[in-house]
């Protein structure tokens, strides 16, 4: 491949660096290379310039520092990970830590006899999450429980032996063989506001989702709802401690009480699974909540995500079971040819010890006391930013209708959605992308989900229409007040840049394959812009060829949009594409050869393009502009 860059012609193809010496950059075979070519940096090196083949394992390597820094500016090109307040995951480590994590990569804790040590550690801290928890204490001393990859397998696993529990209930009760009580289909009984790791359970696991549409108004689903679905084949009830919309918490302690009532009247075992991925490293430190762990007589397991507000290292999870007995014995396995013998009680086998290390880190690190500072400065922040959405007004009315829980007995979650009274010209996925131009990632979404057994869309709330978008800000441990405030700031600046520049946009999909309406003399006249005010063309009407090029507004002046987004300015207004250009038209457009059909746009600044409010004359221009 050649580039004509100016007078002189330089080839992105290399001949391959011979493997001998990685750790100095090489000469490749066969080309003579300037002085530039041999220094150290890798950015003047010949491994800069050539066009990586995303296809196939390149056939020799580079040196360590080279592939360091390709991977850095993969890296560099990602949304900046501790102003995501989308996701729950912690993202900051101490050098000890890390230090630590990286000791974990090398071993694999399935290999107990190995590493005893290593699987000792683990022990200790599902003891620790016990005695966190309030599970009964165990005849041996060891409590029930298992490091996870992340709580969905923490999820399938509570599921899982749940599920066999229930079986060998249900096969006594109804004097079946085995091969008939495999033939039954059993349910769980859960608010539809579930974490993604349930639907793989209903679909992995052969479980019928029995869900309850709690109000948008609290989030939270009651015990009598949820009692009045359950049934002989109900295998359990899941509570969640803190749901990832809102972070509300279902009242485990009233469902308690409700099941234990079934299961007296009907003669019924079901039990309770916790679901704390998020609630359960907040939930102990908040001293005004009722009892909703082991201390509820029918809670037979709990998992969590350690990576996330237990402050370990992603991919960490956990899992208690109340007793070995009827539960974690069910998915037990033994393994001995290792070379000595011990139970797995993981769906997967070989895992690196990397999160048990960071979590036992974590745990004599902080201690409760830092747990609690930790717990008590995340909930003082979301307050801060959800006090300064309550002030914000338009005409006089609140911009904003709040949907977390406030203050307390909740994740340190903000939720919220445009106050539809005010019948603005945008919507909170659009506030979104705006956002977005400050750096900071919050979440949009509409308020539905797809139904795990029908596959089909549906309202996620019982009292709001599927189409209705709303928020959410997750307030991590590293979101300090100062961060806090500078977001509200954001989050004022984006409203008043849509409320004055909403009306101007004109979306239009413009279709992968363009065809040449009669009369025009190219796809690019099909494909210029639309009336304002109007979306698209009336049928059979010709397009107007484009106006000077292309423009991309200002970081401070300009939405981004979901795909590809190219705006055409023409003599009848803006022209928004966004499903990407026909090869060949990037030339007639004035646009770099980088957004072309099926590619995703990307600035001069390497953010991707934005659309241009109105024709804003501060806009830095594409080539043709």
Not at 481 to 486: D, E, G, I, P, V
Not at 512 to 524: F, H
Not at 532 to 542: H, K
Request: aromatic share 8%; proline share 6%.
């Amino acid at each position: 491949m050649m580039f004509d860059l100016g007078c002189k012609r330089v080839s992105t193809e290399i001949t391959p660096a011979t493997p001998t010496d990685l750790t100095e950059p090489d000469t490749p075979v066969g080309q003579q290379l300037s002085p530039m070519d041999h220094a150290p940096s890798f950015y003047g090196s010949a491994f800069c310039r050539q066009v990586p083949d995303r296809d196939t394992i390149p056939e020799h390597g580079m040196p360590a520092r080279y592939c360091e820094r390709a991977i850095q500016d993969y890296h560099l090109l990602d949304s900046n990970e501790r102003l995501n307040t989308s996701s729950y995951v912690n993202v900051i480590f101490e050098p000890e830590e890390e230090r630590v994590a990286v000791m974990g990569m090398k071993i694999n804790l399935a290999d107990q006899t190995v590493y005893p040590s290593s699987f000792q550690m683990h022990d200790e801290v599902v003891n620790m999450l016990g005695h966190l928890w309030h599970v009964p204490e165990s005849p041996d001393g060891q409590t029930a429980g298992a490091g996870t990859v992340g709580s969905t397998e923490a999820c399938l696993l509570s599921g899982l032996a749940l599920k066999f529990r229930w079986r060998h209930w249900y096969r006594k009760r109804h004097n079946m063989t085995e091969a008939e009580v495999r033939g039954v289909y059993p349910n769980v009984v859960m608010s539809s506001a579930y974490q993604a790791c349930w639907e793989k359970f209903f679909k992995y696991m052969d479980v019928e989702p029995i869900l309850v549409k709690p109000s948008y108004k609290t989030m939270s689903v009651t015990a009598a709802d949820l009692a009045k679905h359950c049934n002989e084949k109900t295998i359990a009830v899941v509570g969640i401690m803190g749901n990832h919309y809102g972070g509300q918490y279902d009242p485990i302690w009233d469902i308690n009480d409700a099941v234990e009532k079934l299961n007296a009247e009907n003669g019924w075992q079901i039990g309770i699974h916790v679901d704390a991925a998020s609630g359960g490293f907040i939930a102990p430190f908040q001293d005004n909540l009722p009892a909703w762990d082991f201390r509820c007589k029918n809670v037979l397991s709990i998992s969590a995500s350690g990576h996330k507000f237990g402050q370990s290292v992603c991919g960490t999870g956990w899992v208690v079971w109340r007793q070995r007995e009827e539960l974690s014995e069910h998915v037990a396995v033994s393994v001995s040819y290792l070379g000595g013998k011990g139970d797995s009680y993981t769906l997967n086998f070989s895992r690196p010890a990397s999160g048990v290390y960071v979590q036992f880190y974590k745990f004599n690190r902080l201690g409760l006391a830092g747990y609690r500072d930790l717990e008590q400065n995340m909930m003082t922040n979301a307050k801060v930013i959800r006090d300064g959405m309550k002030r914000m007004t338009k005409d006089g009315k609140p911009r904003f209708v709040m949907l977390d829980n406030g203050d307390d007995r909740c994740l340190p979650v903000v939720t919220a959605m445009l106050n539809p009274d005010l019948n603005l010209g945008y919507d909170d996925i659009r506030l979104q992308y705006v956002i977005a131009e400050s750096h900071w990632y919050v979440s949009a979404y509409k308020m539905s989900f797809t139904h795990p057994a029908t596959e089909e869309t549906e309202a996620l709330f019982c009292d709001m229409q599927p189409d209705q978008t709303m928020f959410r800000i997750v307030v991590k441990s590293n979101l300090t007040a100062k961060l806090a405030l500078h977001l509200l700031k954001t989050l004022q600046t984006a409203c008043e840049f849509l409320d004055e520049h909403s009306a101007n946009f004109i979306t239009h999909k413009m279709k992968k394959r363009m065809s040449v309406a009669p009369g025009a003399t190219s796809t690019a006249e099909a494909a210029a812009g639309a009336a304002p005010g109007r979306r698209g063309r009336r049928r059979g009407e010709v397009a107007r060829a484009p106006g000077p090029g292309v423009r991309v507004s200002s970081m401070a002046h300009c939405e981004a949009l979901p795909l590809l987004q190219v705006v055409l300015r023409s003599e009848r207004g803006w022209l928004i594409a966004e499903e990407g250009i026909e090869p060949g038209l990037e030339s007639i457009f004035g646009l770099p050869r980088a957004v072309g059909h099926g590619t995703r746009g990307i600035s001069h600044h390497g953010s991707p393009l934005r659309a241009c409010a109105g024709g804003s004359t501060e806009a830095p221009s594409f080539p043709g502009s």
